[in-house]
């Protein structure tokens, strides 16, 4: 009997949506090739692991299944980038934008961050840096605590707001304001922030900004471990207090505009949402 994961579902439902999208854009031939092969493969590595469950004495193979979703987060990233299309109108960015100098300007949000000197810009920047590490922490937090038998329900939270949103990419092409408008709404340059745009320089995509990835999947992550590790709070309170202080590391970094990063945030609760009715119908 195959016995598939919550997460292994939520990966395979994404890696069809993606053999879709493949399929009607018009992406080089080249590309669409390597991801309908890629991602079958994956479906059919999904298929191999659900029959081999520890039911049938594949321990070890139960202990990898809790640590593969992990990469493919990055995977799943990857791929939306490969289905980016050059997209000359700003229609998007132009009216983002606004919101943001709202944000930032006018109730003075910058102004804020910016009081202290470079300690609150710094602090947003490390915590914008930090995002690629939330994954593993999360599970970390449930292997420290004795809950990995709860960690696929975790998984269920954090891959359906973060694969939700790079589902839509391709629905609200944009760049980012750093982009777009490079020399206005600046906020204050650092060592970290140098490494932060070395890293989307060299790493991010170009199909969309819309909903923020950092934030839906911060917010994700300190959902999932805020509602099954209630017994340990702290763990869940610190992932959301990074979450918050990423949300505003993207809209005052400018790697997001304002709308971006509330999307985010409500691609997580929507997963929250999902994973709840979902338990209550088992």
């Given at each position: ?133 939330i994954p593993v922490y999360v599970v ?10 709860r960690l696929d329900d975790a998984y ?126 088992e």
């Amino acid at each position: 009997m195959l016995r598939f994961r919550r997460s292994e579902l939520f990966f395979s439902a994404y890696f069809v949506y993606v053999i879709g999208v493949a399929l009607f854009r018009p992406i080089a031939p080249d590309i669409r090739t390597l991801v309908v092969t890629l991602n079958l493969a994956l479906i059919m590595w999904f298929v191999l692991f659900a029959w081999a469950n520890k039911q049938r004495g594949f321990l070890l193979l139960d202990h990898v299944r809790d640590f593969y979703p992990l990469p493919l987060i990055l995977l799943a990233f990857r791929e939306m980038g490969w289905m980016a299309l050059p997209h000359t109108s700003r229609a998007f960015e132009l009216y983002w934008v606004r919101w943001d100098r709202v944000l930032l300007a006018d109730w003075g949000l910058g102004r804020a961050i910016e009081s202290l000197g470079p300690v609150l810009p710094n602090l947003l920047e490390l915590s914008y840096l930090l995002v690629y590490g939330i994954p593993v922490y999360v599970v970390a937090v449930f292997y420290h605590h004795r809950r990995r038998e709860r960690l696929d329900d975790a998984y269920s939270i954090l891959l359906f707001g973060t694969l939700t949103t790079y589902a839509l990419y391709p629905l609200f092409p944009s760049e980012p304001p750093r982009s777009v408008f490079p020399t206005a709404d600046l906020p204050m340059m650092s060592a970290l922030r140098q490494l932060n745009l070395w890293i989307v320089g060299g790493y991010g995509i170009h199909t969309s900004v819309f909903p923020s990835g950092h934030s839906a999947a911060a917010f994700s992550a300190a959902f999932a471990v805020i509602k099954l590790l209630p017994e340990k709070p702290w763990p869940g309170r610190n992932l959301l207090i990074l979450a918050t202080l990423i949300a505003v590391a993207t809209v005052y970094g400018r790697y997001h505009y304002a709308v971006d990063t509330v999307a985010g945030l409500s691609m997580a609760l929507l997963a929250l949402a999902v994973s709840a009715a979902w338990r209550r119908r088992e």
